[in-house]
Nanobody, 119 residues
Framework: QVHLVESGGGLVQGGESLRLSCAASGSGFSIRAMGWYRQAPGKQRELVAGITSGDTTNYAASVKGRFTISRDNAKNTVSLQMNSLKPEDTAVYYC?????????????WGQGTQVTVSS
């Protein structure tokens, strides 16, 4: 089992920055990809940014150039630096981890952290 703990959400004004962090703990699994998703009220959950174990990154078009994802493989943490925040970035942000144990690949989710951007 992999347990994810997120931190760093909050209320900010448009144009400001926030940094989200997620720490993964557990045993029996090796973490492969890590990422952040978000879900705004009335909308489907969407991928914000992802990063592989080899540090290859991908971003949603709406956040490219403003958000930066990074990970520390030694500490099993993933972070999302969010700059130039906009009201449309308001959502619950979820940490996501893809991990494998032997031949089994399992997806884990954090509990979510609220990000609210006021105009």
């Amino acid at each position: 089992q992999v347990h994810l703990v997120e931190s760093g959400g909050g209320l900010v004004q448009g144009g400001e920055s926030l940094r989200l962090s997620c720490a993964a703990s557990g045993s029996g699994f090796s973490i492969r990809a890590m990422g952040w998703y978000r879900q705004a009220p009335g909308k489907q959950r969407e991928l914000v940014a992802g990063i592989t174990s080899g540090d290859t990154t991908n971003y949603a078009a709406s956040v490219k150039g403003r958000f930066t994802i990074s990970r520390d493989n030694a500490k099993n943490t993933v972070s999302l630096q969010m700059n130039s925040l906009k009201p449309e970035d308001t959502a619950v942000y979820y940490c996501n981890v893809l991990a494998h144990s032997g031949t089994y690949v399992t997806e884990f989710w954090g509990q979510g952290t609220q990000v609210t951007v006021s105009s």
